[in-house]
């Protein structure tokens, strides 16, 4: 099951519309999610795993469109991939994680670039979590999140 643009309600065999005033309450107790990833496939299926397991996505196409919407709603994770259109996820990570106000955000990013260099480099630049998509399954993902999430409340 998954929202989708303009409160249109998907499941495995149903699809209706939702009035746009209840959206929000529908979606008020849901933790958010921002995924960045530009493979509308990929971002569908983790959209979906992720509606299915009780959190809100919100999908951005590429790196200024995830920055964008970190400015007008602040997720409680972030999934980043790396090879985006324009500015690639390497970058979004470094203004993520120089920004006062997001850099407490955990990022993990979810990636085919699967070289030790790169991993490397996410985790030092402040990623939480590296995940090479060729090995997971958005079940996976969903698991990863929830044990970051619980990471951080117990921290808090």
Not at 9 to 32: H, Y
Request: with cysteine.
């Amino acid at each position: 099951m998954g929202l989708h643009n303009k409160g249109t309600l998907c499941t495995d065999t149903l699809l209706f519309r939702i009035p746009s005033d209840s959206i929000g309450l529908i979606m008020a107790d849901k933790l958010k999610v921002l995924i960045i990833e530009d493979d509308m496939l990929m971002g569908t299926l983790l959209s979906e795993a992720l509606w299915r397991y009780e959190f809100e996505p919100i999908l951005a196409k590429d790196g200024d469109e995830g920055l964008k919407a970190l400015e007008k709603a602040l997720p409680q994770i972030i999934l980043l991939d790396l090879i985006l259109p324009g500015i690639n996820g390497f970058e979004v990570l470094e203004k993520i994680k120089n920004n006062a106000k997001t850099k407490a955000v955990p990022v993990v990013i979810v990636s085919n670039l699967g070289d030790k260099s790169d991993i490397a480099r996410g985790l030092s630049l402040g990623a939480e979590d590296y995940l090479v998509k060729a090995n997971m399954v958005p079940k996976d993902i969903v698991s990863k999140i929830r044990e970051i999430l619980e990471k951080h409340r117990r921290k808090a």
